[in-house]
């Protein structure tokens, strides 16, 4: 991976909610995606594009991490295996009654991973692009 994290949490406003900024650019060393489940490394391995499979082990290389990281925070001395179930909608949490809830959102080569304490704690992230005919645009959707 090119870059670390970026702690970007400083920018939400919500009490409990932390976001990172990750790096999806590259491939993580071998020894880190070790750390992967077995059913993650495994899914990578289904990804028929070779972009899509970096993407998803960098991704999850980096939640991995900052997880323990968090975890650590609070309770100290805690093992570095962190366990995941998948939830009804596929979303990937931490196994138990864990007091802290994740979402990883992938775009292109940059993901957003968001931590909170509330049930539920989202976050998008859109690639910015040009729009080339945006004044016609908002003539057709905004009212003057």
């Known amino acids: 991976m ?3 994290p970026r702690d970007i949490g ?3 406003g919500w009490p409990g909610v932390r976001l990172w900024l990750l ?18 490394r495994q899914r990578a391995g289904r990804f028929a594009f070779a ?7 960098a991704a999850h290389v980096q ?19 962190i366990g995941f179930t998948i ?4 979303k990937p949490r931490l196994a138990g ?3 802290l809830h994740s979402t990883l959102t992938p775009c292109g080569d940059a993901g957003v991973l968001a931590l909170g304490g509330a049930p539920r704690v989202g ?14 645009l908002a003539r057709r959707c905004f009212t003057p």
């Not at 939830?87 to 596929?90: D, E, I, N, R, S």
């Open 51 to 57: 972009h899509d499979r970096r993407r998803y082990l």
């Open 23 to 40: 790096d999806l650019s590259s491939d993580p060393p071998a020894e880190r995606t070790m750390r992967l489940t077995e059913a993650e």
């Open 87 to 90: 939830g009804p909608q596929g």
């Open 10 to 12: 400083d920018r939400v």
């Open 63 to 81: 939640l991995h991490e900052l997880l323990h990281a968090q975890r650590q925070a609070h309770v100290p001395g805690a093992p570095r295996d």
């Open 2 to 4: 090119a870059h670390a």
């Open 123 to 136: 976050a998008d992230l859109e690639r910015r692009r040009p729009l080339d005919a945006l004044d016609a």
């Open 97 to 99: 009654a864990a007091p």
